[in-house]
């Protein structure tokens, strides 16, 4: 699994990582039964103190996302998409709303910010069909 952590951001590491778990759950990256990497693993592949990799299993464990498997390590529960696909919604709708907030604040108006919006929407939805092009153009 790919984490992406940002060690000088304002976002606790171990928040980071239950983030990214939530996001790929949510993404179907994850699945339900599928093994997550160990805490000492992780810890090496990430370059970071195991406890903060323990923190963030244990809030994911609290918040119904992960479950120990019986000496095998951690598994990701079979019915955490819901919980993942809500969490993923508000943290988008969280940053949505501070990126309006600011952008208003800022002395954007309605019409500007129905604009950027569209044309950013437009692009990522091309970026997305291209890569997708490009990841499916592979010969058998």
Known sequence: MFFSIDPDGDIPIYEQIVRQVKLAVADGILVGGQMV??????ANELAIN????????????????LEPLRGRGMIVRRDAI?????????LVTESFRRALSDALAGGMSADELRSLFEAELTRQQNELEEA??????GST
């Open 132 to 137: 997708a092009k490009a990841g499916g153009n």
């Open 37 to 42: 990497p160990s805490v000492r693993q992780l």
């Open 50 to 65: 195991s406890n903060t990799i323990a923190r963030a299993y244990q809030e994911l464990q609290s918040d119904s996302v």
């Open 82 to 90: 819901k919980r993942c696909t809500k969490a993923r919604n508000t």
